[in-house]
């Protein structure tokens, strides 16, 4: 077995690596997920190690010692780190010729000509699932015979393999939290919505609805969501119980955790039965009964994509939900006591400025607890890409972030340019939190915790700081 590193790379101050399955940048309060893709073939490999550099606040020179005590290094990386991953994997060559380096992520496995074209450093790209194929280059199996693996042979071609089988049973993966245990600071991982310190994992891959921007579903996932059976997950939880006793919330990444109302209503009793406090990803269509059941077994919080108060917006993003429908279940949230972290995304196909009117009008109705508010991202490898370089909205850039991490409008149209896109964002954040309603709950929450009035104080800081650097454009 190789000694093998699963790295995510040193980058800016404050980059979210670890939300790779997602938007990778700077939030507009620090956060940070963990790289549950890189544990989970962590865990699938004896003697292995993971390294989250940037939410352990780690520079080069802390990690390059590790290219003397490797055989392989496997980084994450993604569309808007690629060119700083392939730096790093420059200089880890650099130290030790013989280190053999592969990417993971979507942005590989979408373009894993494009990727091992971009500098010799790289030896291999994984594409799709990468778990299993990892785990057999770390076996030192021939990467003639690997499924699903893209590599430079000793003459210096590129060979592609054919596509590993996608992963039907979700059992054979190995618990990621022991490897979080083992090699991670669990206090180093926390967003402004969620209970800290907090545990993060996947009980299934795959979404099944078809939103044209989202990119893992797209590129790795998949659409047929597969899952864990309850009892699996339910020991891992177990052990994080047991072993992990600082951790205040389970949040369960799966991109839509409510695609099966039945499991997801059997999983929720077995939590109760636990009195574990968790939260998920879930759409805003959750029937008032699934919600019941899911709050009576000890769920606090739901992270749900709204994205747009427009129904055209909707439909041209191929969401799957009616506004009305959001409306109902947001109110159905509130009635229970389940809190909602809301997301939304300015520049979609057919925003207008009266659309964005709609859409922060529409938040402030529905009044999730808190929001975040993104730019459309046309990452490459989604249909939103395709249709956005075919139309001319942007020129097919991979540069979606400023020097300072934070989001550049991409999407530029004849009636709404790129710039006053971005600026509704600011004004967006503004016109939600800066009201009298929503400061007398942020002000009433930390008054009843003295834990909770730090936190926000510092994110109040973080915040206010994050609308500063978003002035900070690149030309």
Known sequence: ???????????????????????QMKREVRSFWYPTWLAQPAAMVPGSKLIDAPAHDLGWDDIKSEAFERDLIVLHTSTPSFRQDLHTAELFKALNPKLKIGLIGAKVAVDAQGALEASTAIDFVCRNEFDFTVKEVAEERPWSEIEGISYRNEAGEIVHNPDRAIL??????????PIYKRDLTVEKYFGGYLKHPYVSFYTGRGCKSRCTFCLWPQTVGGH????????????????????????????????TLTDNLPRVEELARELGKLGVTWSCNAKANVPYKTLKVMKEGGCRLLLVGYESGNQQILHNIKKGLRVDVARQFTKDCHALGIV????????????????????????????????????????????????????????????????????LAQLSYPHLPAEVIFDKVEEFYKRFYFRPRKIGAIVAEMLRDFDMLKRRLREGVEFFTFLRMRKVKEA
């Open 168 to 177: 039907t049973d979700m059992d054979q993966l190995p618990f990621v939290s």
């Open 224 to 255: 047929n969501y597969r899952v864990r059976s309850i009892p699996h997950v339910i020991e891992e939880v177990k052990y994080v119980m047991r072993e992990m006793p600082e951790v205040k919330e389970i949040f369960f990444d799966d991109d």
């Open 340 to 407: 909602i972290h809301g997301t939304f995304i300015l520049g979609l196909p057919g925003e207008t400025l009266e659309t964005i009117e709609e859409t922060i009008n529409y938040a402030k109705e529905i009044d999730p607890h808190t929001i975040q508010v993104s730019l459309a991202a046309p990452y490459p490898g989604t249909f939103l890409y395709k249709q956005a370089t075919e139309n001319g909205w942007f020129d097919g850039t991979d540069h979606l972030l400023t020097d300072a991490g934070t989001q």
């Open 1 to 23: 077995m190789m000694r093998s590193l699963f790295l995510q790379a040193p980058s800016f101050d404050g980059y979210d690596g670890g939300a790779g399955a997602r938007y």
